[in-house]
């Protein structure tokens, strides 16, 4: 039974996105965010900055957690001028390195006390490259990016301490999930899809939707874990994981020659699709909004689900395997070096 709520799930999503631009638009309400402290990662264009924006224009203090110091900074600067709110901050961090993550939450936790705890993380920053590549880590740069990223920035904020109690954390996913097959803990790093490559090799529009789903496929298991977790806490059992598909957003993410523009045909395809099908940055932003902001959104009933265009949805049968989750923590726990004591 649970399998054909996914695959209703996953067929009501792939019209959803074909769809999308004859569907009426979503509308959040607005909601009074002053004195709420915001993490958004992957801010600086996209699905981010536009959540980052509005959060900001609902009165949130936000910290843009970026990668390049130029664009954070331009990012920060538009949102100040558009929301009036001066409560905008840049923190670089490169969430295809465990030691810059490191660093900054040990930046954060050296914060005053009054000044360092999280009511919200969006955690967007994701990745789409078309070529083998590793980070300087060693995975393979969906995995890392795309998952360990997520858990190498949540977990040690929680075991420090730096969240509020009834904090909302928002994953940024995919509906790419539908198509990776089962979470193997022993082949996260893909090398079943990129073993007959080099290096360097591009691999092209298949192995990229391949590699994409299921390093997104592990960030909903990552959080439907981690509110298992938490939610069995006297402490923690008022926090909400959410995970969401924000819908086909017309963000630069699809001009990008590493990604699926890595070559002229490609690029031309991808701006037909995105031309086509492609909703906007303000609509791809509703989601999260929703998630941010929404008291229906924080139900116990339905902490950990994976939503999209403001509903929750069923996901593949296989990630209710509790010894599977459990399997892929304990992979996680040893990848990021990071024992949790959740």
Known sequence: MDTVKALA??????FDIVGSKVYQDIYVPPKDLTGKRVLVTGANSGIGKETALTLASWGAEVHLLCRDPKKAEAARAEIVEQTKNPKVFVEI?????????????RRWGQRPAKERKIDIIVSNAGVACS???YTEDGFEIHHQVNSLSHFALIVPLIQLGLIASDCRII???SSGIYSSKKLDPEDLNSEDILGSYKVGDLAGFEKLWQLSGRSKAEQVVFGRELQARLSAT??????????CHPGAVATPIWEKPSGLAYNPVMARWAKSMIDTVGISVQQGATTPLYLASSDDAVKPEVRGKYWERCGWKWTPAWMEDDDLRKALWKKWEEETKIQCTI
């Not at 799930?9 to 792939?14: H, L, P």
């Not at 006297?234 to 995970?243: A, G, L, N, R």
């Open 9 to 14: 799930s996953s067929t009501k999503g792939f």
């Open 93 to 105: 961090v490169d969430f295809a390195s465990f030691a810059s993550e490191r660093e900054f939450v």
């Open 131 to 133: 070529s083998k590549c």
């Open 171 to 173: 994953l940024i996913s």
């Open 234 to 243: 006297e402490k923690w059992k008022d926090v909400t994981i959410s995970s």
